[in-house]
């Protein structure tokens, strides 16, 4: 299964320090290592048995939102942003507030094209960092060794 990643964004959202850093700048994929990390975690989704699927209620804001993007009235860093924000305001509200983060993908697999959203909990071994410069900010994720 060949992966081809377009670009992919990072969202921190930690709920244990109440700190969410959404990001407003893609990975950098010409890092071999942020690169293996998102075809990886990407090849993990499309073939884990657990993953989910289903349709948008077309009223949903989220799906009007997927839309906007797609006839390219809205771009993909304002859409996972949003998405980020709007997974943010739904857990807060849970009883279970594991920290995680969210990395919105554009990617091709067998010619077709594919948006994901996938959130995955914080695991030991990796950190964060936090990049905050004049063209804003630009979360990313590293091994800790």
Sequence with gaps: MDIIIKRAILHILDFQSNMTVISNQWLDLSDPAMLDFVVKHVENSMKD??????????QSRFSQMVHQYLNQELDLIS????????LHDEIIQSDSLDSMDVMMVEFVRSEEQYLGLLCFQNKMGYVHQVFNGDDGVRNEIMRHY
């Design 49 to 58: 048995s657990g993953r989910h699927r289903g349709e948008f209620q077309p």
């Design 79 to 86: 859409l996972s942003s949003t998405a980020a924000t709007m």
